[in-house]
């Protein structure tokens, strides 16, 4: 049966009443086909010539006419020549639409592994066989998603004997297969919005699987964390199950399993007797985030109430014992996308990768930061009460936080003692005389009375403005701070707060809720009480300042915080950068001075 030329059409019904559309990644159809290799010469021909393509595309529902033939399925020759004939006829079917061309991409990729176990080869993109299996497994995996033949952890393949089952198995995956919905092929493109793209030749294609949260009443407390929609990079491999490549007697071939594979944690690949380096692309889905997400932070400002979904404390991967939280933190009139360069730099570092994980913070930046420093504090003592209870894990006491602008200000707030400090900056009275309810006085205590955070014991401030900008006081920053609408219920409660207590307040706070811009003028008193605040003697803080543009007044700054304001005496180090504030954090400077302190963190 092996050796008959053709496709049985009676087999070919069996296999149709077996075959389950249902993918494993939830993905049906792929919108963009791969396209094979530019190297390869392998020219495809029209070959097709009976109805068993018609009767493939009725069960898989394709919308595309498809031309009546029988396909021939070669048995003499080398894997070498067995891995050109089928990639041929797999090209010629996925052009013609016809769901039979998965077998002839596994087919391929299967021969080819073989030739290259055979020759011993110790190169990856420099020989023929290695573009045949890369093309052929690119090929099987999209083809694969598009026909439906993932279901359950297993890739469906025909054979003229009959159906057979392929397993999908993980290494160094941080989620298990069965949570992405959508798995897709990798493809740096030809203008990417990442400054520096991080694709590397190796064993094995490149893919992006998308992680979607589904929230429900079942879900496991930290799933609040993740972003609704996230894209990782993974490295397919079709391989056989067997390191050594031996089969069974019963075999002709080995049994192979397609496997997915983390590129941040594993680097190589052992074939025969060689180590070879894996294929990846760790910019992709940054890349994808960068397209797919378009930047709004401006309905943020304007209207603080307004949080979506992603707001708040949100991890890049699950919590891994052992490995370090970097909280990465944005600044006025921004959002988390400014550190996708940062992180896609860190990404290529080994260091990091084994000794780190990503977490990041979003927040409406129209909110005063008191505000959402609050949040912050909240929400990072609800996540180690989640993943760490008992706190048991001395990685999680030496998080690190990385603020950019006012970000910087959010993340001192987290390690500073506040005393009264901040509550004598707008009150005249003392806290405990305030008549208020209860709900009132403990809103304003959560924001105005906090301690350092113990879990924390570094700071890295980027462009900060400690002592405040002088655009809040000019005319761009009083309209800007105009436009802040707060939510009602939190201006009512302002305004019943003042009725009440008519002589206990003064500055901005007396006449309105302070926005963000409010707080970061220089002659605030809410800003300079902050700036004089004690930091924990257990934290490090360190200070990068940009100065790449000047300002007006001809002072050294990056256009919108001088060198004077960005600086703070408790810093323990300081770096000045050749770079304009909103650019600072996609300089290479930085991401060195960064690396820096983060490998002097582990020491």
């Known amino acids: ?40 010469t392998i020219q495809s021909q029209a070959i097709l010539n009976s109805a068993s393509g018609a009767q493939w595309a009725q069960v898989f529902g394709s919308d595309k006419p498809i031309q009546t033939s029988e396909v021939p399925w070669p048995s003499q020759g080398s894997h070498q020549t067995l891995a050109s004939k089928f990639l041929e006829f797999a090209d010629t079917l996925s052009a013609a639409n016809d769901p039979r061309c998965p077998d002839y991409y596994f087919q391929a990729a299967l021969h080819s592994w073989q030739a290259i176990s055979a020759q011993a080869q110790d190169t990856i993109v420099a020989t023929y066989d290695w573009r045949t299996y890369h093309a052929s497994l690119a090929g099987l995996v999209t083809e694969s998603i598009r026909f439906g033949r993932l279901d359950q952890g297993r890739l469906r393949i025909y054979r003229p004997y009959g159906p057979e ?67 990782v990079a993974l490295t397919a491999l079709l391989r056989p199950r067997n390191p050594d490549g031996e089969c069974r007697s019963d075999q002709l071939y080995p049994e192979f399993v397609l496997e997915l594979v983390n590129p941040l944690r594993i680097e190589s690949y052992q074939v025969g007797q060689q180590p070879l380096k894996l294929a990846s692309d760790i910019s992709a ?68 990768n084994q000794k780190y994980q990503v977490w990041g913070f979003s927040y409406a930046t129209g909110s005063p930061f008191v505000t959402s420093a609050y949040r912050l504090r909240h929400q990072l003592l609800e996540a ?41 900056s707008i009150s005249r009275v003392p806290f405990d005389s305030i008549q208020a309810s209860e709900e009132v006085k403990q809103q304003l205590s959560q924001r105005l009375f ?90 490090e803080q360190h200070n990068i300042l940009g100065t790449g543009n000047r300002l007006w007044t001809w002072r050294q700054s990056d256009g919108v915080v001088t060198i004077n304001s960005a600086g703070h005496p408790d810093c323990i180090t300081e770096t000045h950068i050749a770079a304009p504030h909103t650019e600072i954090t996609k300089d290479e400077a930085t991401f060195a001075e960064v690396a820096r302190i983060l490998k002097l963190h582990l020491n």
């Open 285 to 352: 889905p940054l890349e994808e985030i960068l397209n797919s997400n378009p930047s709004n932070p401006l309905s943020g400002f304007v209207l603080p109430g307004a949080e979506t979904q992603d707001d708040g404390l949100k991890w890049l991967e699950p919590y891994q014992p052992g490995k370090i939280p970097v909280v990465f933190i944005h600044g006025l009139l921004s959002d988390p996308t400014t550190w996708l360069e940062m992180v896609n730099y860190l990404r290529t570092q080994n260091w990091f």
């Open 450 to 539: 906090f301690a350092p955070q113990p879990h924390i014991s570094r700071v890295i401030y980027i462009a900060t403005p400690h002592a405040g900008s002088s655009l809040a006081i000019r005319g761009i920053g009083r309209i800007s701070s105009a436009l802040v609408r707060p939510e009602d219920e939190n201006r009512a409660l302002h305004e019943q707060l003042i009725k009440d207590n008519p002589d206990a307040f003064f500055g901005t706070f007396r006449n309105r809720i302070p926005t963000s811009i409010d707080l970061l003028d220089p002659d605030d008193a809410t800003l300079q009480a902050i700036y004089g605040l004690p930091v924990s003697g257990s934290v």
């Open 384 to 424: 180690l009460s989640i993943i760490e209870p008992h706190f048991r894990d001395p990685a999680l006491g030496q998080m690190v936080l990385i603020g950019h602008s006012m970000g910087g200000l959010v993340a001192k707030l987290q390690v500073a003692e506040s005393g009264n400090a901040i509550w004598n």
């Open 165 to 231: 089952e392929i397993d999908v198995i993980e290494n160094g995956l941080l989620w298990p297969t069965d949570q992405f919905s959508e798995l897709r092929i990798a493809k740096a493109p030809k203008h990417h919005k990442l400054k520096n793209y991080y694709c590397e030749p190796g064993i094995g294609v490149p893919v992006v699987a998308t992680r979607a949260s589904i929230h429900t009443a079942n879900d496991d407390p930290a799933e609040r964390f993740f972003p609704s929609r996230l894209p």
């Open 1 to 40: 049966m092996a050796d008959d030329p053709t496709y049985s059409t009676r087999a070919t019904v069996i296999v149709l009443l077996n075959l389950v559309t249902v993918g494993l990644l939830g993905c049906r159809t792929c919108d963009k086909r791969y396209s094979p290799d530019p190297c390869r």
